[in-house]
């Protein structure tokens, strides 16, 4: 059923995809939740401008598909004399892609938070900023994390599509194991487990805090 | 309660496992079923009864009225989809027609399918295709895996870069360099130890490659030299140098046992080297005679 000697063989090959793997979705990870939480604030912001940015670059970048985005950096730099590594495009890539769907999901939770809040808080003498600093956030941040959790989960996964770009990834070397052994099967099979590994302290870890914060309140 | 998760979790996966094995199965056992309305000649059961007399495989191909062989769709002189037209053109599929005439009668009792270098031999071996005609290149590795057919195209690894580069024979890769190739091929393994301290970057097939060589994400790309002149043909700011390093005899490939099935291709092409219609063919896609 299941071929170990793949996994034994090519353990060291699998642990420095995992490695490019993790790598490149903690910087996506960070990368995509600063920008995604910049877009939520531009996107209610009062300010008209800002608002158009929010909302254009959501709209436009949440409605094509990932390689496309990928390739905007992968080709479509190269056109205008930058070219970055495959990895760098993939990381970028997948942050700008992610960082539409966190806009998204952050948006929702600050919209979240009853109106009254805001208006007590500003009647009383804060600023806008400090408002959503101090009241609006902190209450906005537990609403979001379930959402967040699910966002970095497809993150983590979608950075596959380095291997497309010949990033160097897990998925990357899963396909050379395979064409190396042609046991396809047990190859991709591994390769997931390694995929897990990654992904499901990431559930565990936001259930935890998820836990933790609605203790608090 | 922590435990009753895990335990939880490794059910499911196991269950997922099973499940996807179990669809894997079952596809297979049609697929013989098809193939052997007569009992007794499960080609994977018996190879060597298959190889001793009678023609399981061909009589299935016959029975069924139509031969499917795995070709590339994006290779240039050897199988490439006009987008135009829709059909799909060159030297590997002209020997899949005639394939075809010989068993059926008829070229037009032919499904061709699109293969990549990295799926052509699941998808042979999951009875999806009859055939790989795909510039696919002999080993000893692939022996193991399919039965090949006499040597039908001979081939060679080269490199392709763009005019005026520095890189002019395999000897100026360097460390540093950065080589694309196409991930399942034998030219990536070559060139890894041709030039070991080169990056090999893999693309998932020949269009991605050369696109991602234009886009200047490497410095020279590699593989077999009929296809390099194909990608030469359609960029004229891209060069062939270097000559061949490498013998590639690309070889047609049958599921292992397919005894029958190779020693009628091996027939065919013998048919097409002795009334020269092969060297028509040759000249006809690749421009040239071919190297004795």
């Not at chain 1, 009062?46 to 990928?70: H, M």
């Not at chain 1, 950096?73 to 966190?102: E, K, R, W």
């Not at chain 2, 001979?154 to 024979?169: F, H, N, R, W």
């Not at chain 2, 301290?197 to 991602?212: I, K, P, R």
Request: proline content about 4%.
């Amino acid at each position: 059923m299941l071929d170990f000697s793949i996994l034994t063989d090519n353990f060291g090959t699998y642990l420095t995809g995992f490695g490019k793997t993790a790598y490149a979705s903690v910087l996506a990870l960070a990368g995509s939740f600063l920008l995604g939480t910049l877009l939520a604030v531009f996107r209610i912001t009062p300010v008209k401008p800002l608002q158009w940015i929010g909302t254009a670059y959501v709209e436009f970048i949440r409605n094509i598909p990932l390689l496309l985005v990928v390739y905007l950096f992968f080709l479509g730099l190269p056109s205008i004399g930058v070219v970055l590594s495959p990895f760098a495009c993939g990381t970028l890539g997948l942050t700008v892609y992610t960082a539409a769907f966190i806009a998204e999901a952050v948006r929702a939770g600050i919209l979240s938070v009853p109106k009254g809040q805001m208006e007590a808080a500003r009647s009383s003498g804060l600023s806008y900023g400090a408002t959503m600093r101090l009241v609006i956030l902190p209450q906005a941040v537990k609403i979001v994390i379930p959402p967040l959790n699910n966002q970095f989960i497809n993150l983590i996964k979608n950075s596959s599509i380095l291997s497309v770009i010949s990033g160097f990834d897990l998925m990357f070397y899963a396909d050379r194991i395979a064409s190396n052994t042609y046991v396809v099967f047990s190859t991709y099979i591994f390769a997931g487990m390694f995929y897990l590994l990654l992904t499901l302290p990431l559930s565990y870890a936001t259930g935890w805090l998820e836990r933790r914060l609605a203790r608090n309140y | 309660m922590r435990k009753r998760n895990w335990l939880a979790i490794g059910l499911a996966m196991l269950a997922l496992t099973v499940l996807t094995l179990a669809g894997c199965g079952k596809k297979e056992e049609n697929n013989t079923g098809v193939a052997s309305s007569s009992p007794s000649q499960s080609s994977s059961a018996s190879p060597s009864g298959a190889s001793a007399g009678g023609t399981p495989t061909l009589d299935a191909i016959k029975s069924r009225g139509k031969l499917v062989v795995g070709v590339k769709f994006d290779t240039r002189l050897f199988g490439l989809k006009d987008p135009s037209s829709g059909n799909v053109e060159g030297f590997d599929i002209d020997i899949a027609k005639g394939l075809a005439k010989e068993l059926l009668g008829d070229e037009s009792k032919l499904e061709l399918k699109e293969v990549t270098s990295k799926t052509r031999i699941p998808m042979l071996d999951n009875g999806d295709i009859d055939l790989i005609i795909a510039t696919m290149t002999i080993t000893e590795e692939r022996k193991q895996q399919v039965d090949f057919s006499d040597v039908y195209f001979k081939a060679g690894q080269s490199l392709l870069v763009k005019k005026g580069s520095p890189i002019q024979s395999v000897a100026d890769i360097k460390k540093g360099t950065k080589v694309i190739g196409v991930k399942g091929s034998t030219s990536v393994k070559n060139i890894a130890e041709k030039a070991p301290d080169a990056t090999v970057l893999e693309f998932d097939n020949y269009q991605d490659a050369f696109t991602a060589l234009k886009a200047g994400q490497g410095d020279v790309l590699t593989t077999d030299n009929a296809i390099l002149y194909g990608m030469a043909s359609q960029d004229s700011n891209y060069e062939v140098v270097g000559g061949t390093f490498t013998d590639e005899p690309y070889g047609i490939a049958a599921k292992k046992g397919n005894a029958d099935l190779v020693a009628f291709v091996n027939g065919y092409l013998k048919k097409l080297h002795d009334s020269g219609e092969y060297d028509k063919l040759y000249e006809k896609w690749i421009g040239a005679t071919p190297i004795q």
